[in-house]
């Protein structure tokens, strides 16, 4: 059974500051996925990281993947109240016929002006 | 494109009652599954299906139904409501994959359920 954590569960930080929330999975895999949730929103997708080295960048937000040690993390620059939200990280499930996307818990962060 | 739309957005049931949750998506896409979320546990899967005629059952599936007659439509059925199947429900779609491999999911807005 493929499990998936994220730490911390919850973060507060203030703005101006870096951190980093890290994903990591129990079983081989090499696509993995980061969603946003506003509060009492969808989910949207982040970003989209599909081999060991993956590095995506968006605005103040970079996410990496490391799929020999089954963790990915996503990085926060400078963070500004607008990045407030539940961050989830997901991974697909082994072999290619897999559609099965699993979900860690999330991670809440609340950027403090 | 109104992507994907899921009905109703709150629901309140009673226990033992049964409800038919809808989806549609009109992006032609053929992958499609159900996640229920619930505080502190994530998203969870359900039911998915890669296709017309095909269903297959995700981590959580008791209680709930599904079928899929058309590739819009991907409805959700709750047999016999119980307080534990209070939650949101999320409808997701995909393409089949795309060129690189990946499935990236489109959600619904949600559909809040509460069983008394």
């Known amino acids: 059974e493929l499990k998936v954590e994220q730490n911390p569960l919850f973060l507060s930080m203030q703005e101006g500051k870096n951190y980093t929330i890290y994903c990591n999975y129990s079983t081989t895999s090499d696509r993995l996925y980061w969603y946003r949730q506003d509060p009492g929103k969808s989910l949207e997708s982040l970003f989209v990281?599909?081999?060991?080295?993956a590095v995506k960048q968006e605005g103040r937000l970079m996410a990496s993947l490391d799929t020999k040690a089954r963790l990915s993390t996503l990085h926060i620059t400078a963070a500004v109240h607008d990045l407030s939200a539940t961050y989830f990280c997901a991974v697909d499930g082994s072999g290619a016929g897999s559609y099965q996307l699993t979900f860690g818990k999330g991670t809440k962060l609340s950027v403090i002006p | 494109n109104a992507g994907v739309t899921q009905t109703p957005k709150f629901q309140v049931l009673k226990t033992g009652q049964s409800m038919t949750l809808q989806c549609a998506q009109d992006m032609n896409h053929e992958y499609m599954s159900w996640y229920r979320q619930d505080p502190g546990m994530g998203l969870r899967l359900i039911h998915y299906?890669?296709?017309?005629?095909?269903?297959d059952q995700g981590e959580v599936p008791n209680g709930y139904n599904v079928s899929r007659s058309t590739t819009e439509d991907f409805p959700l059925r709750l047999l016999s409501a119980a307080p534990s199947q209070t939650s949101v429900y999320f409808c997701a779609s995909s393409l089949d994959r795309t060129e690189f491999g990946a499935n990236v999911l489109t959600f619904g807005a949600g559909s809040r359920l509460t069983v008394l």
């Open positions: 990281l599909l081999s060991n080295g």
């Open positions: 299906s890669v296709g017309a005629g095909i269903t």
